[in-house]
């Protein structure tokens, strides 16, 4: 079955203690993407990958990191949590190659419900 | 840059009622268009997509027609079911390298029997 998984689906922290969620997708598409969704605010991208080891900022990457050393894989990094990045996240994916850029569809993953204390 | 403006919801409807959600753009270029929608707990799908000026998207009932002159895609279903109750989001994208993709800030649905 074709899906993006993200782990953990939700998690509880403190402040300052660094934190990794895991996206894979076993579509082998080449862009993959972080989102975060509040409300009112709808969906923000905060990193994109086009490809293994090409990444590059969204419109709010700051205090994440994010890494593409293989094509299924992009974790997304918070080295010290803070409150304000509580918030429901998304990774998503894409194929490049299918069609041209206008029909690409991206393939969301259920999400992770982080909390920052 | 680009955005999308969606309506603000919460939108409540009884079960069989029509339904609209606008939804316009501002775009560099000539956007794809597209229909996502989060059920409560999951992740967002796509629902329908528009990729040219007077296209039509549909699927489960649902249906946008890409609207150049209006920068508009505003989606209709004729008669809502309980379980059309979600969030959902319009999205834009234009073509080349890069496909951004900028996202309305959702409208929840509620359709009660």
């Known amino acids: 079955e074709a899906q993006v998984t993200q782990n953990p689906r939700y998690l509880i922290t403190v402040t300052g203690k660094k934190l990794t969620v895991t996206c894979s997708q076993n579509m082998n598409h080449e862009y993959m993407s972080w989102y975060r969704q509040d409300p009112g605010l709808g969906l923000r991208q905060i990193y994109y990958?086009?490809?293994?080891?090409?990444?590059d900022k969204g419109d709010v990457p700051e205090g994440y990191k994010v890494s593409r050393k293989e094509k299924r894989n992009f974790p997304l990094i918070l080295e010290s949590p803070s409150p304000n990045q509580t918030s429901l996240y998304f990774c998503?994916?894409?194929?490049?190659?299918?069609?041209?850029?206008?029909?690409?569809?991206?393939?969301f993953g259920p999400g992770t419900r982080l909390t920052v204390t | 840059g680009n955005s999308v403006t969606q309506m603000e919801g919460p939108v409540t409807l009884s079960e069989e009622a029509f339904l609209t959600i606008n939804c316009t753009y501002t775009a560099t270029g000539y956007p794809s268009l597209f229909w996502y929608v989060q059920y409560p707990g999951e992740g967002l799908q796509l629902l329908l997509k528009?990729?040219?000026?007077?296209d039509k998207g549909s699927n489960k009932g649902f249906e946008a027609t890409y609207r150049k002159e209006t920068t508009s895609f505003h989606l209709e279903k004729g008669s809502v079911q309980v379980s059309d109750s979600a969030v959902y989001f319009c999205a834009l994208t234009l073509s080349g390298g890069y496909q951004k993709v900028t996202f309305g800030t959702g409208t929840k649905l509620q359709v009660i029997p």
């Open positions: 998503a994916s894409s194929d490049q190659k299918s069609g041209t850029a206008r029909n690409y569809e991206q393939y």
């Open positions: 528009a990729t040219k000026a007077d």
């Open positions: 990958s086009m490809n293994v080891e090409v990444t």
